[in-house]
């Protein structure tokens, strides 16, 4: 097993590379130039071509993303236009603010989205069931933003329970300015999760080994737990991995609406301000921190079903 | 004494396409210590009987409608859930027929059947789990693989997991839902063999569910036969197999091939089972019966006791019968 | 074998119009479906029969109802001359939003049939050929699915700029993996079936079977997913134009009118309220119309 986890540890390098490629290519083709950026407008044409010449601008597009390849391996980033500091000093400083939000939108996903589904799926066609599977419906097709808008209107303006923006200090004052963002992140992963959690529920529901488990003797509970839902989980897991990835996208609307201190915010005010080391960097790290979520929700499988244990346990002594 | 007996029992499922009238007329009685087997074609309703017995019907669709189901002098019907799911796997257990999917693949066996254990039995998961390591040596598969899950195990021994599952809690009566038809031939002998032993072993009834008249001649003391929902023949093996009087059960004998008769052909029963969603009148059988006169497509027929313990439903049994 | 059996042979793995007729026997059921479907052709008709006005009256409703301030009736509430009410500028929300529609629609729609095209040709190309190829592209494709799809649109309509084309290929190269991904599956489960290598036996070109006998055959999965993928298109769009990326002002696209109307939320709750129900219930009924697709044409997939 362990074996196979380095494996995939190593695949995940070519990958990253890629990503890093893909990302580096697409900022690439801006038609800001760094040089003309950080002189000002008041700088002579010769001290532009000086500069260029000096960061290595004008050096063919393998030769650049080689370089930035390098500098990003010792944790260099480039200097950001707009602070005239690392690039990577500011991520850092915000990382854990998206962190925060992102993780606790993945949290309400699981704690409210399958409970939901397991209910909804038992009781097929119940009152419960037809309620719930419209809200998910709404909540799938609502923009996350317009949800945030939404919850301020309600819940910061026409009853302020909780503020409209920014991060409160300390724990208490967090976790109060952390309520709406990790609602509005976590809406359309509850919906999600509800719906997956469902389906799958009523397929395995009609599994011999439930009927097994009852003729035992096991209580109805432990039979929906232990039986149905461990079985139900792998498509959970996969849409819930996948909906990570539309999370992390989603923070930069949500930490915008919220102005909430993290990467997503740090990204829209990087590309107003064309400051383009910036928007580079936060889009790798985003990447990589989405490359790294799809691979542990991969490794989870093993631990739900040890069918995909067995293979995996394989596949890592096939290449040794 | 019989200690299981079923009496008038009624069931069907409700669906969109209609009503399926899975159980018509069922009575049945096993006395302790005995194997009655339950024959029938596909769809004749001897898997919504084991579920009947079991208060496994599902919830939405299946309703049973009238009858009783006497365990031990008590109604089974009448007793709540909660009673129910005490009953199960202590008192009455239940083996599925495919092996290949009445396995939790999740779990390793030893839990599951070590589950059996805990559900009945106030123990420590450590004594559950020795337990079940026991039923498994059992029936024959050693303990050191009570850590494997069922993807690592063959169907001939995952039908040995879930009988010593079945068996773990020391039953009263086993239900066994064609335990072996979905095993080569075979291990279907071997696997019948072990049931006969434990069985003997741990002084278990067994209700013997299949389609194989050979399985039955070899394992049971009575057999009953269902056709359509309705229990149409029941008697001793020897009354069955030798003194057949419904007509049904005559034309199941004579599609079987005989090894020591020299018989040219096969005579198949004509036509199908009824659709149960619209049985026809009077006698289930009078659409495929050489017999039927008018009688039996417009009157019911009651089960008539023509020697002791060896009843059939036709009118041609009842009083002022005419010979066959 | 002559042409005719083979004819005979692909006709039966074929069974379009037996396929597509039983889909939409089936589909016609689903009232959820219909309702959506209805929903989604008046959007379509709103879309059009604005485009249509502009034309005739060569902007001059655009610009009077859509574009000109009118700042007697700034951020005016809901009423029986104003439906929706006004936005910051006195304009009437109920014309941008329906000027708005095209917006979504057009750019939802465009961006996925890019994407279906580049899809299809990877995917397809992928799953018939297998092997190295195979191999190849679909490792690239692991590398696009890596980067979160609105990161990615975010990037490149930054890199490159926001006009209708950049804003297309940034909604349509995220989808670009996931309906390559689908082709690619639906592709190779058609692939080894009789009917395609009786084709080959007759000699026709890898391409015209492709073609001609597998991408026909493999359409049902595509179509679903395409037209799920719209919905979640049609969000990206509104995402960046309410970051101020996407369309700008003063279009009446609709995330940009949620843009400008974050500043007055204190005053005009209806300026943001009413544009994101707009765009829910578009995404909503292509949701419940692909949905139904699914299900009509796949009746195993339901539950």
Redesign the interface.
């Known amino acids: 097993m362990w074996r196979y986890v380095l494996k995939r540890l190593i695949l995940l390098i ?3 590379l ?2 890093i ?3 580096y290519f ?6 800001v130039d760094p040089a003309r950026v950080m002189l000002g407008e008041a700088a002579t044409e010769e001290s532009i071509a000086e500069l260029r010449e000096e960061l290595g601008l004008d050096d063919p597009f393998v030769v650049r993303y080689g370089r930035y390849l390098w500098d990003l391996i010792h944790g260099d980033m480039g200097e950001s236009y707009t602070y005239r500091t690392p690039v990577f000093d500011q991520i850092m400083d915000r990382l854990p603010n998206t962190f925060l939000l992102a993780g606790s939108g993945v949290l309400l996903s699981i704690l409210i989205g399958i409970p939901i589904g397991v209910i909804a799926a038992k009781k ?2 119940s009152l419960f069931d037809d309620v719930s599977m419209v809200f998910c ?2 909540g ?8 945030g ?2 919850l ?2 309600v819940f910061s ?1 026409a009853f302020p329970i909780f503020p409209a923006s920014g991060m409160g200090k300390g724990v208490g004052g967090v976790l109060r300015s952390l309520v709406l963002p990790a609602l509005t992140i976590s809406f359309s992963g509850i919906a999600t999760a509800a719906r997956t959690t469902r ?1 799958s529920m ?2 395995v529901i009609r ?3 439930v ?10 509970g432990k039979v929906t737990v ?2 149905m839902l ?2 139900a989980l792998i498509p959970v897991i996969t849409a819930i991995g996948l909906e990570f ?2 999370l ?3 923070s ?2 949500t930490e ?2 919220f102005a909430w201190p993290g990467i997503g915010r740090y ?2 005010e990087s ?2 301000s064309k400051d ?1 080391p910036s ?1 580079l960097g936060c ?1 790798v790290t ?2 990589i921190l ?2 790294i979520v ?1 691979l542990l929700v991969d490794l989870l499988y093993a631990f ?4 995909i244990k ?1 293979q995996y346990k394989r596949a890592g002594r096939v290449r040794k | 004494m019989a200690f299981l007996e079923i009496k008038n029992l009624k069931a069907e499922y409700v669906t969109d396409e209609g009503v399926v009238h899975a159980l018509n007329q069922v009575d049945l009685e096993l006395v302790q210590g005995e194997t009655l087997g339950l024959v029938g074609e596909t769809g004749a309703g001897k898997t919504t009987l084991a579920k009947c017995i079991m208060g496994l019907l599902p919830q939405k669709t299946g309703k049973i409608r009238s009858g009783e189901i006497y365990y031990d002098g008590e109604d089974l019907l009448k007793k709540n859930p909660k009673e129910m799911q005490k009953i199960r796997g202590a008192h009455i257990a239940m083996i599925f027929q495919d092996p290949m999917t009445s396995l939790n693949p999740v779990l390793t066996v030893g839990e599951q059947i070590a589950e059996a254990v805990e559900n009945h039995e106030r123990c420590s998961k450590m004594k559950a789990m020795e337990r079940a390591q026991e039923m498994l040596e059992l029936v024959g598969i050693p303990a050191a693989r009570s850590g494997e899950y069922p993807h690592q195990f063959s169907g001939g021994m995952k039908q040995r997991v879930v009988i010593a599952m079945a068996l773990a809690c020391n039953p009263r009566l086993l239900i066994a839902d064609e335990p072996t038809t979905a095993l080569d031939v075979t291990i279907q002998a071997q696997v019948l063999e072990m049931m006969r032993e434990l069985k003997s072993k741990f002084q278990t009834s067994l209700l013997l569910i299949t389609h194989d008249l050979g399985v039955v001649a070899q394992n049971c003391d009575r057999v009953a036969v269902i056709y359509a929902g309705e229990i149409v023949e029941s008697g001793t093996v020897m009354d069955v197999f030798k003194r057949m009087q419904h007509p049904y059960t005559q034309g199941l004998f004579s599609s079987i091939p005989k090894i020591h008769e020299e018989v040219k052909r096969l005579v198949p029963i004509p036509g199908l089972m009824p659709d149960p969603t619209s049985l026809p009148e009077g006698c289930k059988f009078c659409t495929r019966c050489p017999h039927a006169d008018g009688r039996c497509r417009t009157e019911e027929p009651l089960l008539y006791e023509i020697s002791p313990g060896h009843q059939v439903r036709c009118f041609r049994c009842g009083k002022g019968r005419c010979e066959a | 074998m002559s042409e005719k059996q083979v004819g005979n042979i692909i006709a039966k793995g074929t069974e379009s119009r037996g396929l597509w007729g039983e889909a939409w026997h089936r589909f016609k059921k689903n009232k959820t479906a219909i309702a959506g479907l209805i929903i989604v052709i008046l959007l379509v008709v709103i879309a059009i029969a604005t485009w249509v006005i502009d034309a005739v009256t060569q902007g001059s409703v655009y610009n009077a109802y859509v574009i000109e301030q009118n700042l007697s009736q700034r951020l005016d509430g809901p009423s029986l001359q104003h439906i929706f009410g006004c936005d910051e500028y006195g304009r009437d929300i109920l014309f941008r939003l329906l000027w708005g529609t095209r917006y979504s629609l057009f750019i939802g729609l465009i961006s996925i049939l890019i994407a279906l095209v580049g899809g299809g040709f990877l995917g397809a190309v992928a799953g018939f050929y297998g092997g190295k190829l195979d191999n190849v592209i679909m490792r690239v494709m692991d590398v696009f699915l890596s980067i979160p799809s609105m990161v990615m649109a975010i990037a490149i309509v930054s890199a490159l700029g926001s006009s209708i084309f950049n804003l297309l290929l940034s909604i349509a190269i995220p989808q670009i993996p996931r309906l390559a991904r689908i082709v690619r599956a639906s592709v190779m489960s058609v692939r080894d079936r009789e009917f395609i290598e009786a084709t080959r036996a007759v000699g026709a070109s890898d391409s015209l079977i492709i073609w001609k006998y597998i991408l026909p055959n493999a359409m049902a999965p595509i179509i679903v997913q395409a037209s799920l993928s719209v919905g979640s298109a049609i969000l990206s769009i509104a995402g960046l134009s309410f970051l101020g990326i996407g369309v700008q002002p003063p279009a009446p696209e609709w995330g940009s009118i949620l843009n400008s109307a974050r500043t007055y939320m204190r005053d005009a709750w209806h300026i943001s309220v009413i544009p994101g129900l707009m765009i829910m219930i578009t995404v909503l009924s292509l949701n419940l119309a692909g949905d139904g697709l699914r299900d009509a044409l796949d009746p195993k997939l339901k539950n």
Do not use: C
């Open positions: 070519p990958v990253m890629g990503t490629l893909v990302v697409i900022m690439d083709r801006s038609d097929q066609y419906l709404f799938a097709s609502a923009p996350a933003f317009w949800v808008l939404v301020v209107l303006l389906s009523l397929e599994q011999d080994y009927d097994t488990a009852r003729a035992k003797g096991t209580s109805e232990r039986h461990r079985n990835g539309v992390l996208g989603g930069v609307l915008t609406v990204v829209i590309i107003k383009i928007v889009v985003l990447s989405f490359t799809n739900v079903d040890p069918r067995a």
